[in-house]
């Protein structure tokens, strides 16, 4: 079930996906869903399998603890980056290994 009440068919599920968050890691099944864009949507689930959160909507943060330590995660602030074409990016990728894709028009 989704947050209007409705429901989206799943074409498919991965076991043990790793999902980078600054140090913190989190492994987790994902769920094949058509999204319109975005990459990844993490559920309630998540959240609720942490206990207390603390977070701050102005500084962009949340901190939490597993297993004894605190984690905090923030989110990205500043100026928008500039635009680059499709080839820029996979040129990009290749050579940095990682990086952010961020698809929302602003």
């Given at each position: 079930?989704?947050?209007?009440?409705?429901?989206i068919?799943?074409?498919?599920k991965?076991?043990?996906?790793?999902?980078?968050?600054?140090?913190?890691?989190?492994?987790?099944?994902?769920?094949s869903?058509?999204?319109?864009?975005?990459?990844?949507?993490?559920?309630?689930?998540w959240?609720?399998?942490?206990?207390?959160?603390?977070?701050n909507f102005?500084?962009?943060?949340?901190?939490?603890?597993?297993?004894?330590?605190?984690?905090?995660?923030?989110?990205?602030?500043?100026?928008?980056?500039?635009?680059?074409?499709?080839?820029?990016?996979t040129?990009?990728?290749?050579?940095?290994?990682?990086?952010?894709?961020?698809?929302?028009?602003?």
């Amino acid at each position: 079930m989704i947050a209007n009440g409705g429901t989206i068919n799943c074409s498919g599920k991965c076991h043990n996906i790793k999902l980078l968050m600054g140090e913190y890691v989190l492994i987790s099944l994902m769920l094949s869903i058509p999204m319109g864009g975005d990459d990844v949507v993490l559920g309630v689930q998540w959240p609720q399998s942490l206990g207390t959160i603390a977070f701050n909507f102005q500084e962009l943060f949340m901190k939490f603890y597993v297993e004894g330590k605190e984690v905090e995660l923030r989110g990205i602030t500043g100026k928008p980056g500039k635009i680059i074409s499709s080839n820029s990016m996979t040129k990009l990728l290749r050579k940095e290994q990682r990086g952010v894709i961020d698809n929302h028009v602003r």
